[in-house]
């Protein structure tokens, strides 16, 4: 009787704190090793795993479980507009904020700083392009998220080297020196190598608009050396490829690219990585190139029509590209990412989500942050949360 008056007179938040002492010490598996558990816990959906108890969940997010692919977005603050811009031209940031979204506990978080030096100086709104937005242009590659392109208020290339978010780690770190600095260009990845393609620097230059460059970021990570650094590969015909902010999308050993968005006319090239070569790209691949494109695992290529909100698939056989679904809700579609089985479509500030591995392709909108435009998404394993 007096232990239960006493455990009665305990204070809510001294029980709690006990309770979560007593549940880390508890086995995964009662009657096997952790280790052993963990083998077999990894075999279960983590979406499971979550709901059952306290230790299971946070088994997920350890370093030492196979993570789950999420979401990783750029957003800007729904509140900003040409005239914040013009009111703070020195400020540190133009109001870019990034997000991963976990899919397990339908929440968003926010990524951690970054460096403080030198101060990150992305302005996504200018007083001087009132109907249209600056682009900040970035890429994944080898499991990070790396910011390759931006703009300054007085137009210079914001980042003279790629700026790599590793979820691992939950780190940010700056990647080697671009050779040339450069915004409105052509970005992409392929097999964990980095590309940067034509643009223009603090001012226009045929050679930089004619220019390529890679970085291995795989090689980079397991020595942390710059000297493996950016390599020159041979370039374009011409510099009609700095018109815009172009995403350059890995596919089956080649990068494919076109010179500017949405339906207008437009030329496209591929790049042949192991031969070195640029060719042009195939009458049905730039006919059908009627928005925002991406790769499945390098593999499969998608687009989503922006006037229409029809996404498509590209079958190289036949070089066409054939309708998955179709929804006004992806009309206007700026950028999209693939992977996992899902094609993630940035449409007017919100996200979307197209299941393509469905038999019957199903879409739903994933609710962004209060105040915030989504700007890009990317697809990646999961943050490790904090032991």
Same mark, same amino acid.
């Given at each position: ?14 029980? @709690? ?96 700083? @970054? ?35 931006? @703009? ?109 968005? $949405? ?24 006919? $059908? ?99």
């Amino acid at each position: 009787m007096a232990m239960a008056e006493a455990e009665a007179s305990r204070s809510p938040s001294k029980r @709690t704190k006990q309770s979560q002492k007593d549940d880390q010490h508890q086995p995964l598996l009662p009657g096997l090793p952790d280790h052993i558990a963990q083998v077999c816990l990894s075999l279960v959906h983590p979406s499971v795993l979550f709901s059952v108890c306290t230790s299971w969940r946070r088994l997920i997010y350890s370093s030492s479980f196979p993570p789950f692919l999420s979401l990783y977005a750029l957003f800007s603050s729904s509140s900003s507009t040409s005239a914040s811009a013009s009111a703070s031209a020195s400020s540190s940031s133009n109001s870019i904020h990034f997000y991963n979204f976990d899919p397990i506990s339908s929440n968003w978080h926010p990524l951690p700083s @970054t460096p403080p030096d030198p101060p990150l100086l992305l302005f996504r709104s200018h007083p001087s392009f009132i109907s249209r937005n600056l682009p900040i242009q970035s890429v994944s590659a080898s499991g990070n998220l790396i910011l390759l392109a931006a @703009t300054t208020h007085n137009f210079s290339p914001a980042l003279p080297r790629p700026l790599v978010f590793d979820p691992a780690a939950r780190d940010w770190a700056f990647g080697p020196p671009l050779t040339t600095p450069r915004r409105w260009c052509a970005v992409g990845a392929l097999s964990g190598v980095v590309y940067v393609a034509s643009g223009i620097g603090s001012h226009f230059s045929i050679d930089v608009a004619r220019s390529v460059e890679k970085w291995d970021l795989s090689k980079w990570k397991k020595y942390q050396v710059n000297s493996n650094g950016w390599e020159k590969v041979s370039g374009l015909r011409d510099g009609r490829f700095s018109r815009d902010a172009i995403d350059a999308v890995g596919w089956r050993g080649m990068l494919c690219m076109v010179n500017v968005k $949405g339906d207008a006319a437009k030329e496209g090239a591929v790049y042949d990585v192991e031969k070195d070569t640029w060719q042009d790209m195939p009458e049905g691949m730039i006919a $059908g190139w009627r928005g925002p494109v991406a790769a499945m695992d390098e593999d499969v290529m998608y687009v989503v029509d922006e006037a229409k909100g029809a996404l498509r698939r590209y079958d190289p056989n036949k070089d066409v590209w054939e309708e998955v679904f179709e929804s006004e809700r992806l009309r206007g579609a700026e950028q999209i990412a693939a992977g996992g089985g899902r094609v993630c479509v940035v449409c007017g500030g919100g996200i979307f989500v197209v299941d393509v591995s469905a038999a019957t392709p199903r879409l739903w909108a994933v609710e962004t942050p209060p105040g915030l435009e989504a700007v890009a998404i990317h697809i990646l394993h999961r943050m490790s949360h904090a032991d």
